[in-house]
T-cell receptor, first 113, second 116 residues
Framework: GENVEQHPSTLSVQEGDSAVIKCTYS??????FPWYKQELGKRPQLIID?????GEKKDQRIAVTLNKTAKHFSLHITETQPEDSAVYFC????????????FGTGTRLLVSP | NAGVMQNPRHLVRRRGQEARLRCSPMKGHSHVYWYRQLPEEGLKFMVY????????ESGMPKERFSAEFPKEGPSILRIQQVVRGDSAAYFCASSPRNREMNTEAFFGQGTRLTVV
């Protein structure tokens, strides 16, 4: 089955710096890659996603890149703000007609003012 | 649209008791997924259901756990004879019928189960 690895497990940056979180997946059949932000005690919330027919997607300060050949994808957050502090999860899912997400282990991002 | 509703938000059970977790999907959504999140870990898929059908339960423990999504009412995740290792956050997600593959799943606020 699919296996998703995520690095780093923790990331500390200064406000205004960029943050990059990387994930690798094992199953070349995976074709949907969402990123979720989870604040303490709250639900995971989708922040951006990318499908395998696209190499890059951007939404304001957030971007995701996908390298299908290498089977890895990354989240980039620019101009970080303290409210970006949270746990971020990558996930992967196959085109099976329903969404069975395999999640990474999470990255705890701390943005210091 | 009220979003995915889960209740209770917090549930405390003694070892050996039963836990019943409820999930009402977003209006118009006919697909429900249950995930479990152990402390300091990512979410793990448990089961995928459509109305009156279990489609994929490959992530469900073989014993003590069951799920249903009846024609009327919420989806129920039932854990019988709970043990301390069942303590976790249980998240439900829903998505609309897939007119295209891999549409976004919306998560509920979760039920935090504590077994004492």
């Amino acid at each position: 089955g699919e296996n998703v690895e995520q690095h780093p497990s923790t990331l500390s940056v200064q406000e205004g710096d960029s943050a990059v979180i990387k994930c690798t997946y094992s199953d070349s059949a995976s074709n949907y890659f969402p990123w979720y932000k989870q604040e303490l005690g709250k639900r995971p919330q989708l922040i951006i996603d990318i499908r395998s027919n696209v190499g890059e997607k951007k939404d304001q300060r957030i971007a995701v890149t996908l390298n299908k050949t290498a089977k890895h994808f990354s989240l980039h957050i620019t101009e970080t703000q303290p409210e970006d502090s949270a746990v971020y999860f990558c996930a992967a899912s196959m085109n099976t007609g329903f969404q069975k997400l395999v999640f990474g282990t999470g990255t705890r991002l701390l943005v210091s003012p | 649209n009220a979003g995915v509703m889960q209740n209770p938000r917090h549930l405390v059970r003694r070892r050996g008791q039963e836990a019943r977790l409820r999930c009402s999907p977003m209006k118009g959504h006919s697909h429900v997924y249950w995930y479990r999140q152990l402390p300091e870990e990512g979410l793990k898929f448990m089961v995928y259901l459509q109305k009156e059908n279990i489609i994929d339960e490959s992530g469900m423990p073989k014993e003590r756990f069951s799920a249903e999504f009846p024609k009327e009412g919420p989806s129920i995740l039932r854990i019988q004879q709970v043990v301390r290792g069942d303590s976790a956050a249980y998240f439900c997600a829903s998505s609309p019928r897939n007119r295209e593959m891999n549409t976004e799943a919306f998560f509920g606020q979760g039920t935090r189960l504590t077994v004492v």
